[in-house]
């Protein structure tokens, strides 16, 4: 396995919110540690309920020029990060082995099963059918749908 310094150095243990890398309001951290070994990995921030109402109100002001991307230009950024996830499974697979004990086979499985998400939803990103639909239950006598 790759040593878990080399696969976390150059990766941001801070929260992103809007757009840039900041710590956590009240500057509290959380220290990792790998389950087999007791070693600290790492220490990552720990958002406050102010960092996430900033990031609930920084998603806000970031979907309008979101939603005004072309379907297709936002299948394909999804599509992108699908194939980044792909990309980097082994790693990303081994840091949730180090982070949480989980076997590696199971870890692959888990970072393939995320990335799914991503292509099914780059997928649907161009089926814009210009439609709402409901699932209500039915009831007697309720009206339909």
Known sequence: M???SELISVRHTDLYIGGSWRPASDAQRIEVQDPATGEVIATVASASVQDALTAVDAASQAFPPWASRPPRERSEILREAFQLMLRDREK????????NGKTLTEARGEVTYAAEFFRWFSEEAVRNIGSVRSARRWLPGAPSC
């Not at 990303?92 to 982070?99: F, K, T």
């Open 2 to 4: 790759t040593p878990v």
């Open 92 to 99: 990303l697979a081994e840091l949730m082995v180090r982070e």
